[in-house]
């Protein structure tokens, strides 16, 4: 596959099988402070011990467990996150969002994302806009940025 940069909120990137180009940045969606914080929010949770069933990020609500939460390797100057969040849907399979993070020399290189439909989505497809796909794909964009933040500075 080819890769080409982009930019991501902020962030050069590198991806590979991801077109974060036709991702908005945060503040070209008029996302409000509050969702904002929300997507911060769910960054950390993905870091941290802590369980969050049914938060709303911006338009959708997403579970974050912590036996899906990113497992991060090092191998050599990189480092590798591997995890998954589910969309939250009532009565029918949470959709699934997985993504893999590759950090090298404090800067992401890589990422890859793929967003797996097993609820109403799986067979009402052509009447949804995919904006929850977009909204996966921001938070895992916040996710890449904490991932940035925390193990950036672990140059050994």
Do not use: H
Request: proline share 3%.
């Amino acid at each position: 596959m080819k890769t080409k940069p982009l930019a991501l909120l902020g962030v050069s990137l590198l991806t590979a099988g991801l077109n974060f180009s036709a991702m908005p940045s945060a503040s070209a969606t008029g996302i409000t402070p509050q969702q904002k914080a929300r997507l911060k929010t769910a960054a950390n949770l993905v870091f941290t011990s802590a369980e969050k069933s049914k938060f709303l990020v911006i338009k959708y609500k997403w579970n974050f467990l912590n036996k899906n939460d990113i497992k991060v390797k090092r191998k050599g100057k990189c480092y590798i996150g591997q995890g998954k969040f589910t969309r939250y849907q009532r009565f029918v399979r949470d959709d699934q969002a997985f993504y893999n993070i590759v950090l090298c020399n404090g800067k992401i290189v890589a990422i890859k994302y793929k967003y797996k439909n097993l609820g109403w989505n799986q067979v009402a497809r052509p009447n949804f806009d995919g904006s929850m796909r977009s909204e996966a794909r921001m938070i895992v964009g916040y996710i890449a940025k904490k991932m940035q933040s925390v193990y950036g500075n672990n140059r050994r």
